[in-house]
């Protein structure tokens, strides 16, 4: 059987996980995990194949805030991609750089998302029927296009990873525009609340276990129900109006901030 090919950004954290655990569960589906850290990489491929019977899990290690890094792993693909589920977040208590000289939020965050698709479009296309999930929140808002590095305004992380899931829903609005939905599709979700690292970083905890927080960017992950379906933005399984993603104008500006860098 022709399994469907997928990557999961950001993948041994509490959703990340969860995502790729439940994609490999379900029958023909190849998995490659992404993330910075080798180690834990090498653990939650070693957790999902013992969970799910699935041996098609492999791993890159990847700073998914650095852009050579992203173009390293575009580069060297081999085969085609048909999901791209972009879930990697970073959300630091206080303005933290990465190599590149931007804000880590943002780096991670946005331009994270922003590259991966840039990156892969060629490869989507070539796979085509494929699909885009970023995973944004309903935790979103106050994005200022003129300072999204923080440099001017006080840093808050929370301000900053609302602003960076404000910009995920944008860009999955912008992007969609773009491509042909019979070749790829491109939505967010929020992932549901669960008590992890990061949401534990906002002040938050979490209502929900990581599987039913994974379980709307799995369907748009694997679903027939929401083929051809493109620039939407989803909570609990059900489209939801999204405000931010109304203004075209502004979704299109962001491409342009974020093409900047």
Same mark, same amino acid.
């Given at each position: 059987m022709n399994k469907k090919v997928v990557i999961v950004t950001g993948a041994y954290g509490k959703i990340? *996980?969860?995502?790729?655990?439940d994609i490999a569960l379900k029958p023909g589906y190849r998995l490659t995990l992404v993330g910075r850290s080798e180690k834990l990489l090498v653990k939650a491929c070693r957790e999902i194949i013992a969970e799910s019977g699935n041996t098609d899990i492999s791993y890159q290690v =990847?700073?998914?805030?650095?852009?050579?890094?992203i173009h390293s792993l575009a580069n060297h693909w081999q085969g085609p991609l048909h999901i791209l589920v972009n879930n990697a977040a970073s959300c630091p208590l206080t303005r933290t750089e990465n190599a590149e000289g931007i804000e880590m939020q943002? &780096? #991670?965050? =946005?331009?994270?998302?922003?590259?991966?698709?840039?990156? *892969?479009?060629?490869?989507?296309?070539a796979s085509a029927?494929?699909?885009i999930i970023n995973v944004a929140s309903y935790w979103a808002g106050e994005l200022d296009m003129n300072d999204p590095e923080f440099k001017y305004r006080r840093y808050d992380n929370n301000t900053a990873y609302r602003?960076?899931?404000? &910009?995920?829903?944008?860009?999955?609005?912008?992007?969609?525009?773009?491509?042909?939905?019979?070749e790829i599709t491109v939505n967010a979700c929020h992932p549901g609340d669960v008590n992890s690292q990061l949401s534990n970083s906002l002040g938050f905890g979490g209502h929900e276990s990581p599987g039913q927080g994974a379980a709307t960017p799995v369907w748009?992950? #694997?679903?027939?129900? =929401?083929?051809?379906?493109?620039?939407k933005y989803f909570e609990h399984l059900n489209e939801h109006h999204c405000r931010f993603s109304t203004n075209m104008t502004?979704?299109?500006?962001?491409?342009k901030v974020c093409s900047s860098y």
């Open positions: 990340g *996980f969860a995502i790729a655990r =990847v700073d998914l805030s650095i852009e050579a890094d943002f &780096a #991670t965050n =946005v331009l994270g998302y922003y590259r991966m698709i840039m990156a *892969f479009e060629s490869i989507l296309r029927p494929a699909r602003q960076s899931k404000q &910009a995920d829903r944008m860009l999955s609005a912008a992007f969609a525009g773009l491509f042909d939905p019979s748009l992950a #694997t679903s027939t129900a =929401v083929t051809g379906i493109s620039g502004d979704c299109k500006n962001l491409l």
